[in-house]
């Protein structure tokens, strides 16, 4: 079969033939558009036809500016360009922009005045020497006006007791003397911290025996211990060395007595003043020259005793005899610092289970006594103070 092609039209042509209907004659073929492509070659050729010259960057002339004569704004001015004045020119009559009739202001940088360092450095000098010259004139002129003349005083130091076991220093002062610090009732006149007496006036005493270090006999401190400074040795001085104010707790005080050297006296120095017709030359050599001085204190008062050492290979059985002497005679009694009374008869006894020798008296709880603890005589006022000093040796 035969492909159908409708009438008037060519499907397989190039150029279609455009029909009007049936039993009409086509149209004409439209002409075809002539089109020319336009480039960069072609516009040069063209300007160089017209008579223009090849294109060139454009490089602006540079154009001087003169502001006109006359007051001058504080706004910047822009200058004004050919190419300004071809793209835009003003009309004669420009709506013109209101703001009312406010004046330009000027802005002026203020610049703060400047801190005057002199200025502040005379001000703080001068309320610095106001202020030193009146404590100058309050605590150095003032007083020399108005402080009355103060009384002429005597320093008396004084010493305080440390803990037991230790020595105080050597407190120096002429016919003075300190005690350690003990309990004191109200009603004395002596602190609580040292108990100063002045002993009688008496001549300068010739060159004393010392020993170079004193060492106490106590294996155990005493309660309290100190340090007096005798410039002369007198029995009045020596026991005012040795009292202390009535206690109700029974204590008891080493003394170490001392010269104005500092150095410490021996036994010999003081034993003429209690039992020189006991301990002569000969007796005093059975012993070692460092004694130790204890005072035994109660309620009832201060009771001396002495502690002595047997000198090393010395005959103990000699220095017993030479030692019984004390019975012979009441040199003895010296060593009481109160009167103890009427005295009895010597009697055997015991002191901590060792021998011992006592002597009672009318005034109650008074006995003298001494006994041998050992190669240690102890020498007491007191009973209660041996037994105490007893324990002190042995412990």
């Known amino acids: 079969m035969a492909d159908f092609q409708p009438q008037g039209q060519n499907w397989s042509g190039q150029n279609p033939v455009i029909g009007t209907g049936e039993g009409e004659v086509p149209l004409a073929k439209p002409p075809i558009a002539d089109m020319t492509m336009r480039t960069m070659g072609s516009d040069i050729s063209s300007m160089k036809t017209s008579g223009g010259g090849e294109p060139r960057p454009y490089a602006p002339k540079e154009v001087s500016y003169s502001a006109p004569a006359g007051p001058t704004s504080s706004a910047p001015q822009m ?103 003990e309990p004191v009732p109200p009603a004395t006149t002596t602190s609580a911290t040292s108990t100063t007496s002045t002993a009688p006036a008496a001549p300068t005493a010739s060159k004393l025996p010392t020993v170079l270090v004193h060492i106490s006999l106590l294996k155990t401190a005493a309660d309290f211990s100190t340090e007096v400074t005798l410039s002369n040795v007198t029995i009045d001085a020596v026991k005012s060395a040795f009292t202390s104010n009535p206690v109700e707790i029974p204590t008891l005080k080493e003394v170490t007595l001392k010269n104005d050297s500092g150095d410490v006296y021996a036994f010999a120095a003081l034993s003429p003043l209690f039992m020189p017709s006991t301990f002569t030359s000969a007796t005093l050599a059975m012993f070692s020259p460092d004694a130790s001085f204890v005072t035994y204190t109660d309620k009832t008062g201060s009771w001396p005793a002495i502690v002595l050492q047997l000198a090393t290979g010395a005959d103990a059985a000699a220095a017993k005899t030479a030692v019984a002497a004390i019975e012979k005679n009441s040199e003895y009694q010296t060593l009481f610092i109160t009167d103890p009374g009427t005295a009895s008869t010597w009697k055997d006894g015991k002191v901590a289970n060792a021998p011992a020798r006592y002597i009672a008296f009318s005034k109650q709880g008074v006995a003298f006594n001494y006994t041998w603890l050992g190669d240690k005589l102890v020498i007491s006022s007191s009973y209660a103070g041996a037994q105490e000093i007893a324990k002190r040796i042995s412990q």
């Open 79 to 181: 200058p004004v360009t050919p190419q300004m004045q071809q793209s835009y020119t003003a009309p004669s009559a420009s709506p013109q922009m209101n703001f009312g009739n406010v004046a330009p202001v000027n802005i002026v940088a203020q610049t703060a005045p400047a801190k005057s360092g002199s200025a502040l450095f005379i001000t703080l000098a001068a309320i610095i020497t106001s202020i030193g010259l009146g404590a100058v004139g309050y605590f150095f002129v003032y007083p020399q006006f108005t402080a009355p003349a103060a009384p002429a005083v005597t320093e008396q130091p004084a010493s305080t007791a440390p803990a037991p076991g230790t020595e105080t220093p050597a407190v120096t002062a002429p016919a003075t003397t300190t005690a350690a610090t």
